[in-house]
Nanobody, 126 residues
Framework: QLQLVESGGGLVQAGDSLRLSCAAS????????MGWFRQAPGKEREFVAF???????YYTDSVKGRFTISRDNAKNTVYLQMNSLKPEDTAVYYC????????????????????WGQGTQVTVSS
């Protein structure tokens, strides 16, 4: 099991940037796929991006070209660089760890992940 702690959220204006971090501890971080999800008030948790242990990435369409997921295995940390933020990006952002060998379809759903952080709030004002 991995313990995950997100940080970096905050209140920004539309068009601004934020970088979220997720620090992992407890097991070998480098072997996991890491995902970012978000949940807006009254909505279900939705997939944002994932990065496999080998570094391949995938994004939901609404963030392609604006968000970048990366990982630093030496620091046991995964990042989400968010540029050109929009009010509709407002949500609590969660990082999660899952088995890297799972299919793309599975890794874009919450069932692909067994360990979750507590979340960090991102609010984008218009």
């Amino acid at each position: 099991q991995l313990q995950l702690v997100e940080s970096g959220g905050g209140l920004v204006q539309a068009g601004d940037s934020l970088r979220l971090s997720c620090a992992a501890s407890g097991r070998t971080f480098s072997g996991y796929a890491m995902g970012w999800f978000r949940q807006a008030p009254g909505k279900e948790r939705e997939f944002v991006a994932f990065i496999r242990s080998v570094g391949s990435t995938y994004y939901t369409d609404s963030v392609k070209g604006r968000f970048t997921i990366s990982r630093d295995n030496a620091k046991n940390t995964v990042y989400l660089q968010m540029n050109s933020l929009k009010p509709e990006d407002t949500a609590v952002y969660y990082c999660a760890a899952g088995v890297t060998a799972q299919s793309l379809v599975v890794l874009t759903t919450t069932r692909g992940y067994g360990d979750w952080g507590q979340g960090t709030q991102v609010t984008v004002s218009s």
